[in-house]
């Protein structure tokens, strides 16, 4: 829950079932920008900022 002074984690979790890999992946950001990223890496936390 969220209370005061609190903030909430926003990780994203993708499963990819069978693959292997990804080719890329394509974030919609809430401004409407669109960003892709190529191969991210697998099993690793990957930070991705919105651009300006």
């Given amino acids: 829950t969220r209370s005061y002074l609190s903030q ?3 990780p994203v979790t993708i499963g990819l ?3 292997q890999k990804i080719d890329s992946l394509e ?3 809430p401004s409407g ?3 892709k990223v190529a191969a991210p890496a697998l099993d690793r936390l990957t930070v991705i900022t919105e651009p300006n």
């Fill in 8 to 10: 909430s984690e926003l």
């Fill in 17 to 19: 079932g069978q693959a």
């Fill in 27 to 29: 974030i919609v950001w």
């Fill in 33 to 35: 920008t669109k960003q």
